[in-house]
């Protein structure tokens, strides 16, 4: 009985380190501009970086600390106006964390991609944005999910036979819009890492554990019930070996 109380308790210990709030996560959000043209919102154009800027303050009003990119620019030594895909972003995310410095300890990814259908006639230069992410733990090195824009953002009206600079230009009027929709599509996913304790003692994170016993059918049994009791909603996997 001692020991299934001494395996739960370092149970709930495990878990209970990562059921925190926004304060207490450290972040980075970084675009997948790779497929992004030149007409659109890149990290390397104004637009992008107003875009970047302002998703960043909306985490920081919810208590997440967002690690800006020119620091990690800084640290990792690359070109700050590089296009990255996804591959690239997630490597740089753990190359940042596994530099074991305490600004670097980043627990969740955040990569969103902007696209851009520029339709030009004679009359006017009109752009539809579309918004798409996901979400990586840097911690279990897993995807969390991804997103899409389910509040699709407004269609940019610009001048007939407006150029690259003039339709960049024209998107940073859009960019408070864009960063609202990725912050909070994103801040959605961050329940599954985040989620607060409700009035009735749950939370909406999704909390997996592990345990493997050997010749201890009952005991593993009865420490499954605890978890189960104690995890509401949790996914338990209980592996008996037996030798």
Do not use: W
């Amino acid at each position: 009985k001692n020991l299934i109380y001494f395996i739960f308790a370092t149970l709930l210990g495990c878990v209970s380190a990562h059921a925190v709030d926004g304060s207490n996560i450290r972040i980075m959000v970084l675009q997948d501009d790779m497929d992004a043209d030149i007409n659109c919102v890149r990290s390397d154009n104004a637009v992008g970086k107003m875009v970047s800027s302002k998703i960043g303050e909306q985490f920081n009003r919810y208590g997440y600390t967002v690690v800006p990119r020119e620091a990690i620019a800084a640290e990792l030594r690359f070109d700050i106006n590089s296009s990255f895909n996804k591959t690239m972003l997630i490597d740089l995310a753990q190359r940042a964390k596994s530099s074991k410095k305490p600004e670097f300890d980043i627990q969740v990814l955040v990569i969103y991609s902007i696209l851009c259908d520029v339709r030009a006639d004679s009359v006017s230069t009109g752009i539809d944005l579309a918004i798409s992410g996901s979400m990586y733990d840097t911690v279990a090195r897993r995807e969390i999910g991804d997103f899409g824009d389910s509040r699709k953002p407004p269609t940019v009206n610009l001048a007939p036979n407006c150029d690259t600079q003039c339709r960049v230009f024209g998107l940073r009027p859009a960019a408070a819009d864009i960063a609202t929709i990725i912050a909070d599509q994103a801040r959605n996913k961050l329940k599954l890492v985040t989620g607060k304790t409700k009035a009735d003692g749950t939370t909406d994170r999704i909390v997996t554990y592990s345990v493997r016993l050997e010749n201890l059918s009952k005991s593993a049994t009865r420490i499954r019930t605890i978890m189960e009791k104690e995890f509401p909603g949790s996914k338990g996997i209980v592996s008996l070996q037996r030798s």
